[in-house]
């Protein structure tokens, strides 16, 4: 019987994520200082256009991948012995992402007045322009990254994602320095991603060679995957940003502002369990390929309790610190509030983020409509309950919807597996 203790993989799985955790570090020390630096400089109105605009920029990216990125991931791991299929599933996944990105950010171009006004922030309209160039090559760095995740090069991916946000934040405090207007500092998104294109696509060229033979098929079959996929892609994302953007079209750019201070931390806790998701997707694909159920059962339950304590500790010292570091760092009453929205925030986090390491589970065992349907429902109990507490309590009814809609995914979740998947999570 196959054992994933007793493997290679389940070795590498750990080396993997200590690397990951590393970059994760890089990650959220950039993301945290970034926030601090245009707070403290330019104020919470520019903090709130921003986030606005990053909100935008990575919803719009996995519109423009069409979800072939998730295509990419299952099939090159699940043809990682097979060589010829292997080259031209990569070789149609970046023909056609190419094709759809090229097509997306011409109609983002266009597009940035309407949002701007449905936001009515006239400034994001300026922020959605700087970071155009950044979601083109944000669209193929996700193809890379699949590749990378796929054939498990871990530590590559690491090494990258930490790049692309220390690049992220050299290039706002040269904006700084020069005193830009706040309307361009999503530029900084556009600097990241043009700095690790070419790092991504050698890296993965090692990897494979093109082919451009009998491509029809498996363009179909991307395609096909990735529509299924791709709804429930957008949702996902758009599921971790409707409570900015309802905010931004109910309250102000500076409620946003402090909104989102809260916000970006909680997220960067996220980030924790995401990187165990990064590596426990190729894990899922072939254990559930072998009908091995008990190991994976198994497996599953060991890194749910690791990610539980962790998050307990990580919430609980950060809960402390929080406050002492926004009056260090920032200064003034204007951030004060965003402390009672961070409490709030990280209650649903570590609820739902102890389930994060295998929220992939339906799409990596070849059930990408059903995990499209389970996205929705996340999005529309988190839509609704922004709608209505948003309205009533502004930012502190965004955290409170935000956290029980956190809550009830994972008994979405739960439940899909074990109908879908017959595993129980």
Not at 280 to 298: A, F, G, K, V
Request: charge should be positive.
């Amino acid at each position: 019987m196959f054992n994933i203790k007793k493997t290679p993989a389940y070795s590498k799985f750990s080396v993997d994520s200590f690397y990951n955790f590393i970059s994760l570090g890089v990650l959220g020390l950039c993301g945290i200082i970034t926030n601090v630096i245009i707070a403290r400089i330019y104020g919470a109105s520019a903090l709130g256009v921003f986030n606005q605009a990053y909100a935008i920029y990575i919803v719009s990216t996995q519109i423009a991948s069409l979800g072939i990125e998730l295509s990419v991931l299952k099939y090159v791991a699940q043809y990682a012995s097979e060589k010829k299929s292997f080259d031209q599933v990569i070789t149609s996944g970046l023909i056609i992402v190419v094709a759809s990105t090229s097509l997306f950010t011409i109609a983002l171009f266009f597009l940035k007045n309407p949002i701007s006004k449905i936001l009515h922030s006239p400034d994001t309209a300026s922020a959605i322009l700087f970071l155009i160039p950044g979601l083109w090559c944000l669209s193929l760095n996700r193809i890379f990254f699949s590749i990378l995740n796929a054939v498990r090069a871990m530590k590559a991916y690491a090494v990258l994602t930490a790049l692309r946000y220390i690049v992220m934040l050299m290039s706002l405090l040269v904006l700084a320095y020069l005193n830009v207007p706040s309307k361009t500092l999503s530029a900084v998104f556009s600097f990241a991603e043009l700095a690790i294109i070419l790092p991504c696509f050698f890296l993965c060229r090692k990897k494979f060679k093109f082919n451009f033979n009998e491509l029809y098929e498996l363009v179909r079959v991307h395609l096909i995957f990735g529509i299924k996929s791709i709804f429930g892609g957008v949702i996902a994302v758009l599921n971790t940003r409707v409570d900015i953007l309802m905010l931004g079209y109910f309250m102000s750019d500076s409620l946003v502002g402090k909104y989102s201070l809260a916000s970006m931390v909680v997220e960067g806790v996220l980030q924790l369990p995401f990187v165990l998701r990064r590596n426990l997707d190729p894990i899922i694909t072939r254990l559930h390929t072998l009908r091995q159920y008990d190991q994976l059962e198994t497996f599953i339950r060991k890194i749910r309790g690791i990610t539980f304590v962790g998050l307990l500790i990580v919430g609980l010292l950060l809960a402390i610190l929080f406050p002492l570091a926004v009056d260090a760092f920032i200064g003034g009453h204007a951030f004060r509030e965003s402390y009672r929205l961070f409490v709030i925030l990280m209650i649903g986090a570590v609820a739902m983020g102890t389930y994060l390491p295998v929220s992939g589970i339906l799409v990596q065992s070849g059930f990408p409509g059903y995990q499209t349907l389970f996205f929705l429902l996340c999005f529309a109990t988190n839509a609704a309950l922004n709608l209505i507490l948003v309205v009533i309590w502004g930012a502190v009814g965004a955290a409170a919807a935000t956290t029980i809609s956190f809550c009830l995914s994972v008994l979405y979740l739960k439940r899909y597996a074990l109908k879908y998947t017959n595993i129980r999570i």
